[in-house]
């Protein structure tokens, strides 16, 4: 069985801080490219980072670039999501996702196509940011 789990979001202030957390289970985590997407109310899907399990390349979305950061633990199948100086505007359902086979660059090239494909999806986690 695969799971995606995600944890960690809440209710934070503007410019606070919250860790994501990812665990996963049911694949063979290191072969897989894992991402972070959000959705936000009346809004389209967005990519916001990914991380490849295999050599550590990241991507980051433009609007999250510098505040947030991606990580992996292989040895805890766990993918984690660092955001700092959070704003209103992060509020949004937090998704943890994994492909396999592809570059972080690659994933980042094909949402800009507006393809957000996935093989495994979390069920998410709602970040609130308040002003």
């Known amino acids: 069985e695969v799971q995606l789990v995600e944890s960690g979001g809440g209710l934070v202030q503007a410019g606070g801080s919250l860790r994501l957390s990812c665990t996963a289970s049911g694949f063979t985590f290191d072969d897989y490219t894992m991402g972070w997407f959000r959705q936000a109310p009346g809004k389209e899907r967005e990519g916001v980072s990914y991380i490849s399990n295999k050599n550590g390349s990241t991507y980051y979305a433009d609007s999250v670039k510098g505040r947030f950061t991606i990580s992996s633990d292989n040895a805890k199948n766990t993918v984690y999501l660092q955001m700092n100086s959070l704003k209103p505007e992060d509020t949004a359902v937090y998704y943890c996702?994994?492909?396999?086979?592809?570059?972080?660059?690659?994933?980042?090239?094909?949402?800009?196509?507006?393809?957000?494909?996935?093989?495994?999806w979390g069920k998410g986690t709602l970040v609130t940011v308040s002003s």
């Open positions: 996702a994994a492909e396999r086979d592809i570059t972080p660059l690659a994933m980042g090239v094909m949402g800009l196509m507006g393809y957000y494909g996935m093989d495994y």
